[in-house]
């Protein structure tokens, strides 16, 4: 390695450097067992991991870690992991994706002040994906994710059972006396049966496979199950991969396009993929100054079917469509129909043309062909306007009840979600099959943080009637393991004085899906009388974190991401201190 090649590494800045200042460095880091050779100029790698036993689903990552550093030795680099916060959702409260962008910055500024020529992003919970891709993307080094897999199908008395999804069906089969509070204690357990994330197509799954579709993830690596030992082959790959890409230059501002979010928008419809999606895109979209907008996701996603038959939208989980040929299978459905950009390079140096040339698909009832779908174009994720959501909201078609698509009726407002559930169980609660159950003040402000609550329950007199779905409007989010007709992100948000909060029980609600209109029949006047008469709520913090995100969180249709982490901040070596 020449002298010229050396001074080109970024990590030369520290272990290259002479005197007092390359002295601290290297005989520091010496003290872990380093031979002097490790600092002779090649590519320093970093493996950033959100393992945590406070988030089940990244909880095996060290080992994933391990296998990554192994093929960054191999390729000639010197690996060094670090640790990063871990957002899990099923534990954090009031919801993880108030520290989504709390850990985003923390990547970004990790990656940035360390001597690092390259970065492996290990991640596995919904939120620690898009985080570490929006910080890698703020710093622009390159950068590879690894995604630490879904879990094993679950198994319960014969049947498959998916993780988030069968905890709604459960809590419904124990409010109706369907299963005994035992039968429902026993069945958790079969629910979540190995190290990994939710193996339906809930949010973590969905950005899996944006990764991958967005040309960040090496081909097939989003499904590979977390205890099957190709998910270790592909880190070890990853760590190989990484070592090519500093040489070749090749950094998160070169695969993130704008051809590469259409593609990941397109992919998202194709695979049934959660709404959450969409702000987790449009945040990182937002680091690399692609514009990305709501109207982007309809229109995009208007020609092209579902063609994944996962859960909750349909009938199989993560580990059959792994088998069944995983993502490459389905682009290479999609860049059969001309819906992707083919020509678009990814993380392996290579289009997406290229790396789908060998792709199968295995079982056409997981996978099945734009010529037989498993339902039809035009029932993705459709993004919703009117005097209710001037700056829009979305629902998710395929998991919603085709009958409530066109619906009119009365709201019955709840200014929290704690608010409904305290009468949710009511016998005597004022609510039939046609009322809109609105939830409001769950928006990026509101609650903080935009939790996952929007798919609230039926109530237990209606389930114990029959009723399966009702329509639900919220500035929320749902998540993505869940079903309904329940219309999210409702923008702007009732807290900063968003048309939801304005509405009163009994006033008209219109859902109209087909014609993309959400509205109050209510008229202009009486609103303008309303909107006189509001007053926003008295916020419960003013100071630490929870402060500056609510000074600073930007709305829904924008992400939610802050505003003042927009663009990329680069990766130019911070001063020596020595």
């Not at 592909?234 to 950094?251: D, F, H, K, W, Y």
């Not at 079903?483 to 509405?503: C, D, I, S």
Request: proline share 6%; charged share 20%.
């Amino acid at each position: 390695m020449t002298d010229g090649q050396q001074k080109s590494r970024r990590s030369q800045a520290w272990f290259g450097a002479r005197g007092r200042s390359g002295m601290v460095y290297r005989s520091w880091m010496r003290n872990q067992g380093f031979g002097h050779e490790v600092f002779d100029g090649r590519p320093v790698i970093g493996i950033a991991t959100s393992a945590s036993e406070l988030a089940p689903c990244n909880a095996h990552l060290t080992r994933v870690a391990e296998a990554v550093k192994r093929g960054v030795w191999q390729a000639g680099g010197l690996p060094l992991q670090f640790p990063t916060m871990a957002t899990g959702e099923t534990l954090m409260r009031p919801t993880a994706m108030l520290y989504r962008n709390l850990m985003a910055m923390e990547v970004e500024e990790l990656i940035r002040a360390n001597p690092l020529d390259g970065v492996v992003l290990l991640s596995g919970c919904d939120k620690t994906t898009p985080a570490m891709l929006m910080g890698a993307a703020s710093v622009d080094l390159p950068a590879v994710m690894v995604t630490g897999g879904p879990m094993l199908n679950g198994k319960y008395r014969g049947q498959d059972v998916g993780s988030g999804t069968h905890v709604w069906k459960f809590e419904e089969d124990l409010k109706t006396g369907r299963m005994t509070e035992e039968e429902c204690f026993f069945a958790e357990g079969c629910m979540a049966r190995s190290h990994g994330h939710c193996m339906t197509m809930g949010t973590a799954s969905t950005m899996a496979c944006m990764a991958e579709a967005l040309g960040m993830q090496l081909p097939g690596s989003a499904a590979w199950p977390a205890v099957d030992s190709r998910r270790m082959e592909t880190a070890q790959a990853a760590g190989q991969r990484i070592v090519e890409m500093v040489e070749e230059e090749l950094r998160p501002s070169r695969i993130l396009t704008r051809e590469a979010f259409e593609n990941a928008v397109r992919v998202n419809a194709a695979i049934g993929g959660s709404t959450n999606a969409i702000i987790h895109l449009t945040a990182l979209a937002g680091r690399v100054g692609v514009e990305l907008s709501l109207p982007d996701f309809d229109g995009l996603a208007r020609a092209v079917p579902t063609l994944v038959n996962l859960m909750p939208s349909g009938t199989y989980l993560m580990e059959d469509f792994c088998y069944a040929g995983g993502l490459p299978a389905v682009l290479a459905e999609l860049l059969g129909g001309g819906l992707l950009h083919g020509d678009q390079i990814t993380v392996t140096g290579r289009t997406v043309a290229e790396d789908t040339e060998h792709a199968e698909r295995v079982d056409s009832d997981v996978i099945t062909r734009l010529d037989a779908p498993f339902q039809p174009a035009g029932t993705g994720i459709a993004v919703l306007r009117g005097n209710l959501c001037p700056d829009g909201a979305v629902i998710k078609q395929s998991a919603a009840s085709p009958h409530l698509l066109t619906h009119r009726g009365p709201a019955r407002v709840f200014d929290s979600p704690e608010a409904y559930h305290e009468v949710a169980d009511d016998p005597d609660l004022d609510i039939d099959e046609n009322t809109v159950i609105v939830i409001r003040n769950a928006g990026p402000q509101g609650y903080p943080g935009m939790p996952e609550v929007a798919n609230v329950p039926l109530p237990a007199k209606l389930l114990k009637a029959g009723v399966t779905d009702m329509v639900r409007v919220c500035d929320g989010r749902m998540s993505g393991t869940g079903y309904g007709t329940v219309v999210l992100h409702v923008a702007p948000e009732a807290a900063v004085g968003g048309p939801l909060a304005l509405v009163h029980d009994g006033d008209p609600v219109v859902l109209d899906v087909p014609n993309r209109a959400l509205r109050l029949d209510v008229d202009d006047a009486e609103l303008a009388r309303r909107r006189q008469a509001w007053r926003p709520r008295a916020e419960s913090c003013d100071s630490g974190y929870t402060w500056l995100y609510r000074q600073n969180v930007e709305q829904a249709d924008r992400g939610a991401d802050f505003g003042f982490l927009r663009g990329s901040r680069g990766h130019e070596v911070p001063r020596d201190s020595h």
